[in-house]
Structures are given as structure tokens and as C-alpha cells.
């Protein structure tokens, strides 16, 4: 397979980077710029990104490599300070100009060049930098400029080297795609062999090397990372596979039941669903401290989950949904070199098995999402929204109840039943009800109740970090409203939640 490596510098794009390679049907691999010049050597990659970075080439403590990465005869594209780092390898000059050039910025392609083919002569680029190469190294030509930037990128064809001041994997960069794509098919001769037919192929013949005739077990959530790995297991092993479900009574209605239906009726597999809500139920009695909760759900999750597993008894394999994003290591610094698991489970000392199975590891989150429809996986289910671990427990404001978790499930599933019936949740990243514990005056025919306060919740965000509250239409939010009021014994007022994150969070708790 034909592997581009992304060496990340610690720019805020690295990920991004990767994906827009992937997007093009390359395989593109991140490694941290601590990585060894032998691992990159007998890598086999067929081309090597350089990331942008915060730092200025002349910082001594920031990010460098070894120059003879240059001359090892594989097609080099520095990026922003990667494109710095080129020309200070290269024996170029760089400086520090006494403005940044920050934002959408004209450009002037300057000479035929491999790597602007089929690029207008003018274009916009985003840019972000202070530092900017002032002299280009032996042997390079500058191949664009900007009023203000004298190399707005610069190459040395006969080395392979090419480098860009300007972001081309940002959509803000009018023709980024085309230069990436100029790069990955012009440059480095690759022909495209990441499609997610082939993936699928691959991975489910693997698959069965691996395990043979041994079993395999899969904690599955119902999240969409989980799901995928089952889908792709069962095509793999059918019966040799069995899944765990524990449902903790906190998800959202029917969901539990969608869940199990869809890997008993449509997959080849041995479906164990755990129901253990009476045992949350008792152990969040009393609770209202959020913290506390999440740390009672968390805790007795693996408790019923591993029980499970052991009761299942040994050997075998044991598998993650574990993706790519999870794996890589971060290029931010000495310090933060660190793999980030948050979604490995780590297995418990008294658990045996003959390894672990991570058949999503290679795979952005958008690529799992195709994996799964290739499968078969209900669209419902691979598009779902984000849904946090502890469920509802950090939806209902306070001590979780089973009358409370039945209003919350019954506000929340008529607000996913009008976004969905009218199309207007694909305008949303994430919605939801929240049930905040507030009870207020309201009337019913002649009579006056004291009922449940429901809050709708609903954002649009790229990344979760920030968000913003979705302007969903009066029309419908009055129909949300009316409907809940109506249909939902115990709750008598609706509000929209209407503050952005921050200074908010999405979820309440
Ligand atoms: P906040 O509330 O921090 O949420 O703005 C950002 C995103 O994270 C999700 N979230 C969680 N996910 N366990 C999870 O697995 C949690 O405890 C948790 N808290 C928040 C939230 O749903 C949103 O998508």
C-alpha cells in the first residue's frame, strides 16, 4: 500500500493534514518529529509531509531534524514552519518579519512548478505566520509570492523538495486539495489505493489470520467506533465473535433495544446485552454531585462488563474499537510525547487473553463512518450523534431516578423524532433534552400543577471545543414544545438553551 508520512512539528493541522491525504485516496500515517531517521528510512513511504509548528527555526528549543532527510531520495512538501525548516536544513535564511501574515491572502504562482499544475496563476491561500524564508537555499526557486511575503513557496525540483508558507490542507485555501493532490500524484507517482472497499477486504482477511479458530470478544457501546469494529469482526469471524453490551438503563429510548436488534438481526454473532439498570439505579442512589456520578457509572461499568467477559471464560482475543486519532503521538513537545488512549480499555490483571484486536486503528473517524454504511450498519447508528459514556446520568441535573430517566428519555426522543421527521438535525452537531431538576407553576384546564422543567439543548461545532447554539426555527421549537407538554406526563415548561461554549459547556453537566 502506498504511504505518505506526516511528520508532525506540532501545528494545530496535523490530523488535518493526514485526512486530506486520505480524502485522496493515499494512505497518509502521522508520526512525532522524534521519530528516527531509520524508522522513516525503512518506512517506505512514498513521500513525506512536513506539519506546520508555533516555533521559529532559530528557537533552540524548537522542533528540528536530522537534514539528511532531505537526501534520502523521497519527495519532501513542508508546510508553513515546515516550510521554514526546509530552508533552514537547505542552508536558506529565514527571518522574522515585523508583521504576521495572518488570514486569506492573494497569491502569484511564479514559473511553471509540479506542484501549482492546473493552479491559476492567482489565487487565495490561508496563512498564518510571523517567520517567513527571506533567502531560498541553493538550488530552489521561488514558485509564489504574496505582496507581502517574497517566498510564498519555493522548490528544488531535482531533490524533490517543495515547500508552502501557506496552508494548503485549510478549505480556506481556494486550490489546497489541487496542490495536495499535485503533490501526492505528480510528485510522489502515487496511483490511490486507499478506498475503503479494498480496506474492508484487507482488514477481514487479516482478521481471520489472526484469530483462526480461536474466539474474540468486543465490548460494544452502541457508540459508532464499537459498532464498525463489531460489524467488521462478524464479516471476518461470525460466530467465533461475541459482543458485550451492558446497558446501564441510561441511554437514550428504544435505544438499548435498537442496538440488539441490529447485531442480532443483521450481523453473524453471539449478542450478550447485560441489563443492569436496577444495579445503577441503587448505586447512584443519593448522588448528585456530577462528578461523583460519572465516577459511580464508570467504575461499575467495567465492574459488570469484566464480570461478563470472565464469566465467558478465557483465551481468545479481546477487541476495541480503538481508532486512529487515538493512537498518534503527539509532536508538541518533548514533554507531551505521550500515546493518548482515552478509548483503550486497559484489561484487568485477572482477565487472559492471547492479544488484543484493533481493527480500526488505521481509521479517522469520517473513514470508520464509511466502513460501517459499507457494511451495512444502519445510517442511524453510523451517524449518530456524540452521546457521552455516562448517558443520561449527566443529563438529569441531581439524583438520577427511574421516573426521571422515563420524562428525560420521552422529552428527548420527541425532539429526535421532529429534527429527524423534518431533516433539520443534519444541520446539528449534537441535540438533546436536558432535565434540570426544576419544577414550576403551570395550568391544565382548571387546574394549577407544579411540574418538570425540560431544557433543549442543541449546538452546531466542528470540534466540540467551542460551539454555538443552534438557531433552530420558532416553528419548530414550538412544535418540540407542544408536543412534550402534551405527551409527557410530569412536565409542564419547555426552554431553549440559547449560550455558546464558552462560556457554557455542550452538556449541562
Ligand atoms: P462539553 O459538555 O464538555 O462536551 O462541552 C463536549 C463533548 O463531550 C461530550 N461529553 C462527554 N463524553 N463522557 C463522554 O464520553 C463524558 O463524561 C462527557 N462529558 C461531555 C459531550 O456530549 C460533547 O459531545
Redesign the pocket.
Known amino acids: 500500500m502506498e504511504k505518505i508520512l506526516v511528520l508532525d512539528f506540532g501545528g494545530q493541522y496535523n490530523q488535518l493534514i493526514a485526512r486530506r491525504v486520505r480524502d485522496d485516496h493515499v494512505y497518509a500515517e502521522i508520526l512525532p518529529y522524534t521519530v528516527s531517521l531509520e524508522t522513516i528510512k525503512n518506512g517506505g513511504y512514498r513521500g513525506i509531509i512536513f506539519t506546520g509548528g508555533p516555533n521559529s527555526v532559530y528557537d533552540e528549543s524548537s522542533p528540528h531534524y536530522d537534514p539528511a532527510i532531505l537526501s534520502l531520495g523521497v519527495p519532501v512538501l513542508g508546510i508553513c514552519y515546515g516550510c521554514q525548516l526546509i530552508a533552514w536544513m537547505a542552508g536558506g535564511e529565514v527571518k522574522t518579519a515585523p508583521v504576521s501574515e495572518y488570514g486569506k491572502i492573494a497569491i502569484k504562482t511564479a514559473g511553471e512548478s509540479e506542484l501549482f499544475a492546473d493552479v491559476p496563476e492567482s489565487s487565495v491561500v490561508w496563512m498564518s505566520h510571523t517567520d517567513y524564508v527571506s533567502g531560498v537555499p541553493e538550488g530552489f526557486r521561488v514558485t509564489a509570492v504574496t505582496d507581502d511575503c517574497p517566498c510564498a513557496a519555493m522548490e528544488n525540483e531535482k531533490r524533490g523538495l517543495y515547500a508552502v508558507q501557506f496552508h494548503p490542507e485549510v478549505t480556506h485555501t481556494e486550490y489546497g486539495q489541487k496542490i495536495l493532490h499535485n503533490f501526492l500524484y505528480r510528485i510522489c507517482g502515487c496511483s490511490g489505493d486507499w478506498v475503503m472497499d479494498d480496506f474492508i477486504e484487507r482488514t477481514v482477511s487479516a482478521l481471520r489470520e489472526k484469530i483462526g479458530d480461536k474466539r474474540v470478544v468486543l465490548g460494544l457501546s452502541g457508540g459508532v467506533d464499537s459498532s464498525v469494529a463489531a460489524g467488521l469482526l462478524s464479516r471476518a469471524v461470525g460466530r467465533q465473535l461475541t459482543c458485550v453490551f451492558v446497558d446501564q438503563g441510561l441511554m437514550r429510548k428504544y435505544e438499548g433495544d435498537n442496538v440488539e436488534r441490529t447485531f442480532t438481526q443483521l450481523f453473524d454473532m453471539n449478542f450478550v446485552r447485560v441489563n443492569c439498570r436496577d444495579h445503577f439505579l441503587k448505586c447512584l442512589s443519593g448522588v448528585t454531585d456530577p462528578e461523583e456520578k460519572?465516577k459511580i457509572i464508570g467504575t461499575e461499568f467495567y465492574k459488570v462488563f469484566w464480570a461478563e467477559i470472565k464469566r465467558l471464560g478465557e483465551g481468545g482475543f479481546f477487541a476495541q474499537g480503538t481508532i486512529y486519532p487515538d493512537c498518534i503521538e503527539s509532536g508538541k513537545g518533548d514533554a507531551d510525547v505521550i500515546k493518548t488512549h482515552h478509548n483503550r480499555v486497559k484489561l484487568p490483571d485477572d482477565v487472559k487473553f492471547d492479544g488484543v484486536i484493533e481493527p480500526l486503528s488505521e481509521l479517522f473517524k469520517d473513514e470508520v463512518r464509511i466502513v460501517g454504511e459499507k457494511l451495512g450498519i444502519p445510517r442511524e447508528l453510523v451517524w449518530r450523534q456524540?452521546?457521552?459514556?455516562?448517558g443520561l446520568g449527566?443529563r438529569i441535573i441531581g439524583e438520577v431516578t427511574a421516573e426521571k430517566i422515563r420524562i428525560l428519555q420521552d422529552a428527548d426522543a420527541i425532539f429526535r423524532e421532529e429534527m429527524a421527521s423534518t431533516g433539520y438535525e443534519s444541520n446539528l452537531a449534537?441535540f438533546f433534552a436536558v432535565l434540570p431538576g426544576v419544577r414550576s407553576v403551570g395550568v391544565m384546564g382548571d387546574h394549577r400543577t407544579y411540574e418538570n422543567l425540560i431544557v433543549l439543548r442543541a449546538v452546531t461545532t466542528d470540534d466540540?471545543m467551542t460551539?454555538d447554539w443552534a438557531r433552530i426555527p420558532y416553528d419548530l421549537l414550538a412544535r418540540v414544545s407542544n408536543r412534550i407538554t402534551n405527551e409527557v406526563s410530569g412536565v409542564n415548561r419547555v426552554v431553549y438553551d440559547i449560550t455558546s461554549?464558552p462560556p457554557a459547556?455542550?452538556?449541562w453537566e
Not at 456524540?386 to 455516562?390: A, D, N, Q, R, Y
Open positions: 460519572r456524540p452521546f457521552p459514556g455516562p449527566v449534537q466540540f460551539a461554549k459547556t455542550v452538556e
